[in-house]
């Protein structure tokens, strides 16, 4: 498997989404806005999600249209270009209730590659 594949961007895809839902349920939302390193590194995890999203095949991402690529690769590009203006309402939305349906699709497929769907 080379390194640069989409079995292996799929799966930098699904450990930094599971990191980031771990480290979100040590946490509230209002503790989130004031823990800098927790802030810093959700926002970081986020970006490593879009931009192996990103770098996937665009035949990869035809095949699975469950995961919402184009909106992944916009949160990315927001959090990257936009680092000065993270709205961190949205930030905790998404970890807490966009990321886990995520983690679900990636692991069916990772399951589906691997023979065990």
């Not at 810093?40 to 991402?61: D, I, K, N, W, Y």
């Not at 993270?86 to 349906?101: A, G, K, Q, R, Y």
Request: aromatic letters at 4%; hydrophobic letters at 40%.
């Amino acid at each position: 498997m080379s390194r640069h594949s989409d079995e292996v961007r799929l799966h930098h895809m699904l450990d930094h989404a599971r990191e980031a839902i771990a480290l979100a349920q040590g946490l509230s939302r209002a503790e989130l806005g004031h823990q800098r390193i927790a802030c810093l590194a959700l926002v970081r995890l986020l970006e490593v999600v879009g931009e192996a999203a990103a770098r996937c095949s665009t035949e990869f991402q035809s095949r699975h249209p469950e995961i919402t690529w184009p909106e992944i690769i916009g949160l990315r590009n927001r959090l990257i270009h936009g680092y000065d203006k993270v709205n961190l309402d949205m930030l905790w939305e998404i970890v807490s209730h966009d990321l886990p349906p995520l983690v679900k699709s990636l692991e069916t497929i990772v399951d589906r590659q691997d023979g065990k769907a």
